[in-house]
C-alpha cells in the first residue's frame, strides 16, 4: 500500500508486453475495472513488444520492469504469454513472493503464483464437432498453430480424436502447420491445393488469423466461404469483426477474468486457501463462415466505416508526428524539445530520464537495463499545465514519480512505458489514463517517436562536445593546457592596451634551462613534470589579461598587458614560483628558464612575428648572460 501525507492508495501493478494486442487490452481491461470499481489504483508497466528474442532492443524494452516496486503495491498480475520472456516472469514472480505480494498470472502456468488458465481444448473440440457431425463434413483440412507448441498440438490431439469417434481416417495431407499467422498458412493453403485429395468440404483453423488468411487465398482463386468450403477459426481476434463472412470461432468472457483476479488477489491478502490453477471457460460462437449465419449488409456497412475512421485517425497521427519529429530537429536544449513535446503530446504525462543522460561518460548502467538511482523528471504535462524543467525535478527512482499522492488523487490507471535507444536505457515515460481507455492506439507510435528524438539530441551534445574537443586539441597544448602556437596566434590578436591608462602589449618569449640535461639524466617523465611546472609558473604570474602560450619542446611565449614595470614585475613572479617549487619539490635538478621581452608598438592585427624575433633575441642575451655568469655553455 501507499502511504501518502494526506491519503492511502491501494495499488495493483499489471505487467505485460505488445500493449496494442487485443487480447491482451482485453484482459488488461477486465482487470482495471474490477480492480477500481474495488477502490484500487492501476499501475501498467509495459513494454511495446514482446521480449521472446534476446537483444539490444528487447533488453532496453525489459528496463521497465525494474520499476516494480513490491513496498508500494497491494498486489502484482503478470501476463506471461504477452511477455514471452520466463526468465523475466520467474524473476518477478520470487520478487513479489520475497515480499509476500499476492501475484496472480494470467494465461500460463508458474508456480508460486496463483494462475489463471483458458480452457481452450473443449470449446475448440465443440467447434470441430460442430463442422464434422452438425454439417457432416467428412473432407476435412486443419491448419495447426506451432509445431510442438503445447497449445497447438492440444488441437491438433483433438481434430484427430473427433475425427476417429466419426469414422473418419486422419490423411496427413490434410493437416499443416500455420505457425498462428498469416504467411505460413499460405503455404500450407498452397500445399492443399498442390494435393491429389479430392478438395475439402471444411478448413478448420487454430486461430482466427489463419482462418481469414485461409479465406482470403480462397476468394483469390474464385472459390467462396461458406458455399464451396467451410472455414473456421478460433480466439475471436478484432480483425475478425471486420471481415466478411464473420467467422465462426471461439471467444472467451473477458468480463470474468478481472473478478476471478480480484479473488484470488483477496484470497492471499487473507491468507487463505487460493487454487494454483483457476480455468476460464471458451463459448463458441457460430456465424457466417459455417452458413449457419447470413451476412447482415447494414453491419457490414457500419463495420467498413468505423474500420475506415480508424485507418483515417492513425494516418492523421502519423502525420502529427512527423510533423512532431521535424519540429524536434531544430531543438538544442532539452527545454526547447520539452516545448515541442507539450504541443504534441495527447495525455497526462511525466518523462522521466536517467540523471546521467547527457553525461560525458558513458555509463554502464545505461546498457544494461537499469535505471539511475535517481530521475530527472525533465517534462510534466497535467491537463492543460506544462511543466518543463531546464534543471529538471529529481527524484529517488523507487518513487516513480514526482508527488507521486498528488497524481494518484486524480488519474486511476498509470501507465510506464520504457524510453531507450536499442539497450540505451534513457529513462521511462508514464501518462495517466481514463478508465475506459487502458491502452491507447497511438501511444506506442508517440513513444518510439520520442526514443528517436532523444537519441538524436544526444548524438548531436556528443558530437558537439567531439567537435569542441577536436577544437581545443587544435589550439591548446595537451600536457600544459596551455595554447599551442596556432592557438596563441589566433588569440593574441585580441589583446589591445586599455586607452588613457597608459598600459602598453607586451610580448614575452620564455625558454627552459637544461630541458634535455633533465631528459637525460632523470628521464622524460621528469622532463615533463619540469615543463608542467615551468606552465604553473607562467599561469600563477597572470593578473587575469595574459596568454600563455608552449610552442613545443622548452619554448614559451606569453602575450599582456601593462605598464612600464609589468615586464620586471611578471618575470619576478614566474621566477618567485619556480624558487617555491625548486626549494621544496626534493627533486634533484632545478627549474629555471631565461626570458626576453618586446613591447608592441601599433596593432597586433598588423602582425607580431617581428615582436617576437625581437623577444627571442633578448631572451637568448638572457640565457647567454645568466650562463657565463655561471661559467657555463649556452644551450
Known amino acids: 500500500m501507499f502511504k501518502g501525507v494526506r491519503n492511502e492508495y491501494k495499488i495493483i501493478g499489471i505487467c505485460y508486453s505488445n500493449i496494442t494486442s487485443e487480447d491482451v487490452s482485453n484482459i488488461v481491461t477486465s482487470v482495471c475495472n474490477t480492480a477500481i470499481a474495488e477502490g484500487y489504483k492501476i499501475m501498467l508497466i509495459s513494454s511495446f513488444t514482446d521480449l521472446y528474442y534476446d537483444n539490444s532492443d528487447t533488453r532496453g524494452e525489459a528496463a521497465v520492469f525494474n520499476l516494480v516496486n513490491p513496498e508500494m503495491l497491494d498486489a502484482l498480475v503478470i501476463l506471461p504469454e504477452a511477455i514471452k520472456s520466463d526468465k523475466l516472469v520467474d524473476r518477478l514472480i520470487a520478487y513479489a513472493k520475497s515480499f509476500d505480494l499476492p501475484t496472480v498470472v494470467i494465461d500460463r502456468d508458474f508456480k508460486d503464483s496463483a494462475c489463471i488458465l483458458f480452457d481452450y481444448t473443449s470449446t475448440f473440440e465443440k467447434i470441430v464437432r460442430h463442422v464434422i457431425e452438425d454439417h457432416g463434413c467428412k473432407r476435412v483440412n486443419f491448419i495447426a498453430g506451432i509445431k510442438d507448441n503445447e497449445f497447438s498440438e492440444n488441437r491438433v490431439d483433438c481434430y484427430k480424436r473427433v475425427l476417429a469417434e466419426n469414422g473418419i481416417p486422419f490423411e496427413e495431407e490434410r493437416m499443416g502447420y500455420g505457425n498462428f499467422w498469416e504467411v505460413p498458412t499460405i503455404d500450407v493453403m498452397d500445399a492443399f491445393m498442390a494435393s491429389k485429395l479430392p478438395f475439402p468440404e471444411a478448413i478448420i483453423c487454430s486461430n482466427d488469423s489463419m482462418a481469414i488468411a485461409a479465406c482470403k487465398y480462397l476468394s483469390q482463386r474464385g ?16 480483425l475478425e469483426r471486420y471481415f466478411s463472412p464473420r467467422l465462426t470461432t471461439g471467444v472467451v468472457d473477458f468480463s470474468a477474468i478481472g473478478n476471478i483476479a480480484m479473488q484470488l488477489i483477496q484470497k492471499q491478502k487473507n491468507h487463505e486457501e487460493c487454487p494454483h490453477i483457476t480455468q476460464i471457460p471458451y463459448s ?14 447494414e453491419s457490414a456497412v457500419n463495420k467498413i466505416q468505423e474500420l475506415y475512421d480508424r485507418v483515417i485517425n492513425a494516418e492523421s497521427h502519423e502525420t502529427f508526428m512527423f510533423s512532431y519529429l521535424s519540429k524536434t530537429t531544430e531543438c538544442s536544449s532539452l527545454k526547447e524539445i520539452g516545448d515541442v513535446m507539450s504541443a504534441y503530446g495527447d495525455y497526462n504525462e511525466w518523462f522521466c530520464l536517467n540523471t546521467d543522460l547527457l553525461s560525458d561518460k558513458k555509463e554502464e548502467n545505461r546498457f544494461h537495463n537499469v535505471f539511475t538511482e535517481n530521475m530527472n523528471a525533465f517534462l510534466i504535462r497535467r491537463e492543460h499545465i506544462n511543466y518543463i524543467n531546464t534543471d529538471g525535478v529529481i527524484f529517488p527512482t523507487k518513487e516513480l514519480l514526482p508527488d507521486l499522492e498528488s497524481i494518484l488523487e486524480r488519474e486511476n490507471i498509470i501507465l510506464f512505458s520504457p524510453l531507450h535507444f536499442r539497450d540505451e536505457v534513457l529513462g521511462y515515460a508514464a501518462a495517466g489514463m481514463g478508465m475506459n481507455s487502458p491502452t491507447f492506439a497511438n501511444r506506442r507510435r508517440y513513444i518510439s517517436h520520442t526514443n528517436q528524438v532523444l537519441e538524436n539530441f544526444i548524438n548531436r551534445q556528443k558530437l558537439e562536445r567531439v567537435n569542441a574537443e577536436l577544437a581545443d586539441l587544435h589550439v591548446h597544448d595537451p600536457m600544459t593546457g596551455l595554447y599551442n602556437r596556432r592557438g596563441f596566434y589566433k588569440y593574441v590578436k585580441n589583446i589591445s592596451a586599455e586607452e588613457n591608462s597608459g598600459n602598453k602589449v607586451w610580448l614575452f618569449s620564455v625558454d627552459m634551462d637544461y630541458l634535455k640535461y633533465i631528459n637525460d639524466t632523470f628521464g622524460h617523465t621528469e622532463g615533463d613534470t619540469a615543463i608542467k611546472t615551468m606552465a604553473n609558473a607562467l599561469i600563477y604570474a597572470c593578473c587575469g589579461k595574459e596568454i600563455c602560450a608552449r610552442f613545443g619542446g622548452d619554448e614559451f611565449a606569453v602575450a599582456g598587458i601593462g605598464g612600464d614595470n609589468y615586464p620586471e614585475e ?11 617549487f625548486n626549494a621544496s619539490s626534493g627533486k634533484p635538478y632545478k627549474v629555471g628558464m631565461s626570458c626576453g621581452w618586446a613591447m608592441v608598438t601599433g596593432t597586433l592585427a598588423n602582425g607580431i612575428d617581428e615582436f617576437i624575433r625581437t623577444a627571442d633575441a633578448r631572451m637568448y642575451e638572457d640565457k647567454r648572460r645568466r650562463k657565463s655568469v655561471r661559467g657555463q655553455k649556452p644551450d
Open 570 to 580: 611578471y618575470m619576478g613572479r614566474v621566477r618567485a614560483y619556480l624558487d617555491d
Open 284 to 297: 463458441m460462437r457460430i456465424s457466417q463462415s459455417c452458413n449457419c449465419e447470413k451476412p447482415d449488409p
Open 223 to 238: 472459390y467462396k466461404v461458406p458455399d464451396d468450403v467451410i472455414v473456421t477459426g478460433f480466439d475471436g481476434i478484432e
